[in-house]
């Protein structure tokens, strides 16, 4: 009896170590695949399921997955303070690649790199100069200057407006770029710019979308992660006529009523063509950009339901010319103001 005691003590204390160790620096959960070679994500606070920026990343970690049978991890954070043992954890677990997933990780990328030398990191929206880190940038301000060609065309009250999450320079270049494809095909639109001050308070986007209609708009593009869950609340109890715009993912399904369609931004081609490179010894620290011309950004595919064919040639045209380098997007206030549109 003694013995079986000490046994089952044991195993409890054991029990507990590991339920002590899975609940330090936020939670993961593993999905194994084949081979010997492992990729991870951290993801910003909102985590899998914001049907935008993780969920993103997710999919090309899965791609990578099917792909180029690896096994992957996927550690969800609650709070910043989960960054750093997040992003140390994963290569201590057999992580040969960590992707942080947002720039608000970029002080917690540059902690641990320089503390984990022999650990391979990369970063989504941010630049971390250390010979272990990619750094994986978009040219946001090209795929808004798309939608809002298309806002601009579709917009029947001459007001169109952009819903922010926090008033950043990342999303100053979605902002800038947005309403320089307003001006291109309707100059005499307005464009209404507000800052939730949030990445992930849909309640909080639901409210400025609803206030942003209320002064005329017809037409709203969001850029705000979870927040903008609220503006297709709002879009779908305003009813027809009241359009939203996605980012990040394809969001058409939230509401298929009432969305023309989304900026796309491929983090998902980022993650899953930074794990090929790396899987094949060719890991590349610095900075890659990801543009039209990358296929990095660009209009969702569901977007001829509400929106007319024509409006998405015209978008598709002017895209071919920023491709081919007639003209550059702006992507900030500065330069916007000093922005000649094409012709």
């Not at 985590?47 to 180029?68: M, P, T, V, Y």
């Amino acid at each position: 009896m003694k013995n079986r005691f000490k046994t089952w003590t044991l195993l409890a204390v054991m029990l507990m170590v590991s339920l002590m160790g899975n609940a330090c620096g936020g939670g993961d959960a593993a999905d194994t695949g084949g081979g010997d070679f492992k990729a991870a994500i951290v993801t910003d606070t909102a985590g899998l399921g914001d049907q935008s920026f993780n969920d993103s990343a997710n999919r090309g970690l899965e791609k990578a997955k099917a792909d180029l049978g690896i096994e992957t991890q996927v550690y969800e954070t609650s709070q910043p303070s989960d960054y750093e043992p997040s992003l140390s954890r994963a290569p201590s677990q057999g992580s040969d690649i960590t992707f942080a997933i947002g720039f608000l990780m970029t002080d917690a990328v540059t902690n641990v790199s320089s503390q984990n030398a022999d650990a391979k990191y990369a970063i989504i929206d941010s630049v971390v100069e250390a010979d272990n880190v990619a750094s994986l940038v978009f040219k946001e301000e090209e795929g808004s200057f798309l939608v809002g060609v298309v806002a601009g065309l579709m917009t029947k009250s001459n007001k169109v407006a952009f819903l922010g999450g926090m008033e950043v320079p990342l999303i100053k270049k979605f902002e800038a770029g947005f309403k320089a494809g307003v001006m291109t095909v309707n100059p005499d639109a307005e464009v209404i710019a507000t800052y939730a001050g949030d990445f992930n308070d849909p309640g909080k986007g639901k409210e400025v979308a609803l206030s942003q209609y209320a002064a005329g708009a017809d037409v709203i593009y969001h850029a705000s992660g979870g927040t903008g869950l609220g503006l297709f609340q709002a879009a779908q109890e305003k009813g027809a006529g009241f359009w939203a715009i996605g980012v990040d993912s394809d969001q058409y399904e939230l509401a298929p009523e009432n969305t023309l369609t989304s900026m796309m931004k491929r983090v998902d081609t980022a993650v899953f063509e930074t794990i090929k490179a790396t899987k094949e010894g060719n890991f590349k620290s610095g900075i890659t950009v990801f543009g039209l011309k990358e296929d990095g950004v660009g209009l969702s595919p569901t977007t001829n339901k509400n929106t007319p064919q024509d409006v998405i040639d015209k978008a598709n045209a002017l895209g071919d010319k920023i491709i081919a380098g007639e003209f550059t997007v702006p992507t900030t206030d500065e330069e916007l103001e000093s922005f000649t549109p094409p012709k």
